[in-house]
Structures are given as structure tokens and as C-alpha cells.
């Protein structure tokens, strides 16, 4: 079938019937007459697995967010020059799904160039977005113009007075209504990510009714994380009694089919596991072979951890679980066996 596409769309052949009927029935797209030259983008094969990454185009931010899983949220990065090598090295590395995120990826000066470049070659894009941007007239051509998959707007209230607690910003509640509002009136379709602190616990229900007024889908995250090196300031914002532990870790492909990318290009399993990050730009798709020993690594029982026998139902990755133990965190903020392990 992909030697078929290929065939037609460099020969200018219509569109194979069994892609037309697709794509009708998907979403009511008629293309039965179309050429396939121009209404089809063939992506080359690519010699890596990669289908899925995300990307922090600059960890600067707008917001100063009590917790911020960054350590440090510094402005800089690639430049523009850097970027669209790296998004040609995405595409050939065979990333077809794409998360853009930060900080804030939509305060980054090369952000609508980054967006149009990865759109163009093919990529489902997602963006990570506190919304404060969402309302400018370019924000809301380019995201009409050339459609994301998803948007997804974390929320962090639903009055000024939780909004701006959290973030430690004045006026962030207003930036993310004008957001919201315009969005809504662009017919762009949202996601909410309900976050969930001490700050906010007590509107949940309006939060909920917000997320029900704009977003076509929400979903509520009530766990709060240390920074990615272990660091426990975040922690403080936890809401008591919303600790989530419904779901037990049943392995991951992080580095094994998708990847995380930093502002400078370099390359680790997750936003999480970070140790023994790749320079892409320097090694280029031949670093990304070491990514899944490396993956693997990390996926290894420490601390108090090593022990365990209940380890077969751990809730959190181990990572995550790692940054938990760096921060000297409370073991029952992240280990449902709490009360049977000794640390």
C-alpha cells in the first residue's frame, strides 16, 4: 500500500480507491477524483522506529508555576537555522506525531516558523500551552490556517485568585480567558488539562464546568512531581487527599519509539529520564541508536526500590520513581505500598 501511494503521487495518479473511501468515511473528504500529486504527502521510509517525540522548543516561560517539573526555566536554544535542522532530522528519524512544548513553546520567537516547518512535513503536532497566547490575531491564524492535531491548555483554577497563586503571575487568569474565548470563537478545538494543587482543590466542579464550555475533551492530573533532577519545591502545591494511584506501570517504550528532545537538540527516553542525554545535532540518527540501552538503564529498580517484592505493581515509573527518591520525598506521595516497605 505504501509502494502504491508512492507510485501514484510521483506519477500524478488519482487517488487509490481504498485511501479515497478512508478517508470519506473518516471524515466526509472526497477525494475519488483528486490527483495524488499535491493532495498526498509520502514520507520516505526511514531506517529507525521512531514514530512519536516531543519537543521543548525553549524552557523561558511567562508563568512562574509553583509546580513547574523544570528546574530551571532559562530562555535560550537552538536558532532558527538549528531548529529547522532538527525538525529535518525528526521527519528522518520517522517522527510522524509531535509534541511542542516547554515552558511556554508559544513566547519562543522562532515558534510559528518551527509550527509551519513540522507541519509541513507531515507531523501530527500537539502543543503544550498555558493559553496566554492563544488569543493574538497570528496565534489564531496560524492555528486555523494550518490545524493542529491538539491543543491542550492546562488549567490551573478557575478564579483570578487561584489562577495567579499558582502560576505567581498577576493577570494570568485574564491572559487564559482571553485565550480560551478566542479559540472558542475561532472554532480552534482544545483539550483542558485540569491541574489539581492546594491552590484550586476547592473549585473542581467550576473548573470542571470550564473545561465543559470550551474544551471538547478534559482530563483531571492530580499528582504532583519533583523536577526532573530530584528536587522537592513543587511538592508543596500537592492538594491533600488527591493523590491518584488507580493505575499500575506496566512498562513503557520511552526510548524505544519515542523520544524527548531538549531546547539544545539533545535527546533522552522522556521528559523525566533524562541521564546520558545525545547530542542529535552533533551525532546526528546514528546517536539515536544508543537511545533504547540507555532507555533500558533507567528502567532499573534503586534506592528502596531494589527489594521490593511488591515491585509488579509499582504506580509510578522508575524515573519518576527516582526523582521521587532524589527529592526525599514522603514515600506515600508516590508508593501505594507505603505501609509494608522499609526505606
Not at 227 to 253: I, R
Not at 298 to 311: K, P, V
Amino acid at each position: 500500500m505504501y509502494r502504491e501511494l508512492s507510485e501514484a503521487e510521483d506519477e500524478g495518479r488519482p487517488v487509490p480507491v481504498w485511501l479515497s473511501d478512508a478517508t470519506k468515511q473518516a471524515w466526509g473528504l472526497d477525494l475519488s477524483r483528486q490527483s495524488s500529486k499535491g493532495t498526498i504527502l509520502v514520507r520516505p521510509l526511514t531506517r529507525l522506529n521512531y514514530n512519536r517525540a516531543s519537543w521543548e522548543i525553549n524552557k523561558g516561560c511567562n508563568f512562574n508555576c509553583e509546580h513547574c517539573y523544570l528546574a530551571e526555566r532559562k530562555f535560550a536554544g537552538l536558532p532558527r537555522s538549528g531548529k529547522d535542522q532538527l525538525i529535518a532530522l525528526l521527519r528522518d528519524a520517522g517522527v510522524l506525531w509531535l509534541q511542542i512544548t516547554g515552558g511556554e513553546p508559544t513566547i519562543d520567537s522562532d515558534f510559528r516558523h518551527a509550527y509551519e516547518a513540522a507541519y509541513r512535513t507531515g507531523m501530527m503536532i500537539e502543543i503544550l500551552t498555558n493559553g496566554s497566547r492563544l488569543h493574538q490575531p497570528g496565534m489564531v491564524e496560524l492555528l486555523t490556517s494550518m490545524p493542529p492535531h491538539k491543543v491542550k491548555v492546562s488549567l490551573y483554577g478557575a478564579t483570578e485568585e487561584s489562577f495567579d497563586s499558582l502560576t505567581r503571575k498577576p493577570g494570568a487568569f485574564k491572559l487564559l480567558s482571553k485565550g480560551l474565548q478566542a479559540a472558542k470563537e475561532a472554532g480552534i478545538s482544545l483539550e483542558l488539562a485540569l491541574i489539581i494543587t492546594k491552590h484550586n482543590a476547592h473549585e473542581l466542579e467550576a473548573m470542571r464546568a470550564m473545561a465543559e464550555e470550551y474544551a471538547t475533551r478534559y482530563a483531571e492530573y492530580t499528582n504532583i512531581s519533583p523536577t526532573y533532577d530530584g528536587t522537592s519545591e513543587p511538592l508543596s502545591a500537592q492538594a491533600p487527599g488527591f493523590l491518584n494511584k488507580s493505575s499500575v506501570f506496566t512498562g513503557c517504550p520511552a526510548g524505544h519509539t519515542f523520544f524527548h528532545v531538549d531546547p539544545h537538540g539533545f535527546v533522552t527516553m522522556c521528559k523525566i529520564g533524562r541521564e546520558n542525554p545525545i547530542s542529535l545535532m552533533a551525532e546526528g540518527l546514528d546517536g539515536l541508536l544508543r537511545l533504547p540501552a540507555i532507555a533500558d538503564a533507567q528502567m532499573l529498580r534503586t534506592g528502596g526500590c531494589s527489594g521490593c517484592q511488591l515491585s509488579g505493581t509499582c504506580r509510578v515509573c522508575r524515573p519518576l520513581a527516582k526523582a521521587y527518591q532524589a527529592a526525599e520525598a514522603p514515600l506515600e506521595s508516590y508508593c501505594q505500598h507505603r505501609e509494608g516497605v522499609t526505606t
